[in-house]
C-alpha cells in the first residue's frame, strides 16, 4: 500500500508532459527541415537567378550551348525565344529558359 502511494506523488515522467513531449515529438522534423533548406533548397535557388540573371543578360553576338548540347551563336534575342546561328546561315528558334551557359567562341 504504500508502494503504490509513491508511485501516485511522482512527478510525470518526460513523455508524459504536454509542452516539452510536443517538442520532442516535433524537433527532429524542424531539425531535418532547416538542414534540406540549407543543402537543398537554397543552392538550387541560388542558382536559379543566376542563370535567370545569365538569361537576361544575353545579347546578340554571345556564343551560347543549350542544354541539349547544340552550340551557337545568338543571333537575336526576344523575351522568350534565342535565334541561335548554329552554321551558315542556318538558324534555329530555341526557348529562352533551355540555353544552358555562355562558351567561349573555338
Known amino acids: ?7 501516485a506523488m511522482a512527478s510525470p515522467s518526460a513523455g508524459q508532459g ?3 513531449g510536443f517538442i520532442n515529438a516535433f524537433l527532429p522534423l524542424i531539425l ?3 538542414v534540406f533548406y540549407f543543402i537543398l533548397i537554397r543552392p538550387q535557388q541560388k542558382k536559379a ?5 545569365f538569361l537576361t543578360q544575353l545579347t546578340k553576338g554571345d556564343y ?5 548540347g547544340m552550340y ?9 525565344v534565342v535565334i541561335l546561328e ?6 534555329v528558334k530555341i ?7 555562355r562558351v567561349e567562341e573555338k
Open 95 to 101: 526557348a529562352k529558359p533551355y540555353i544552358a551557359g
Open 49 to 53: 537567378k543566376k542563370h535567370q540573371e
Open 64 to 68: 551560347v550551348v543549350t542544354s541539349s
Open 32 to 34: 531535418m527541415f532547416v
Open 1 to 7: 500500500m504504500f508502494i503504490e502511494d509513491a508511485f
Open 86 to 91: 548554329v552554321g551558315d546561315n542556318v538558324k
Open 18 to 20: 504536454g509542452a516539452s
Open 72 to 80: 551557337g551563336r545568338v543571333h537575336g534575342v526576344t523575351d522568350a
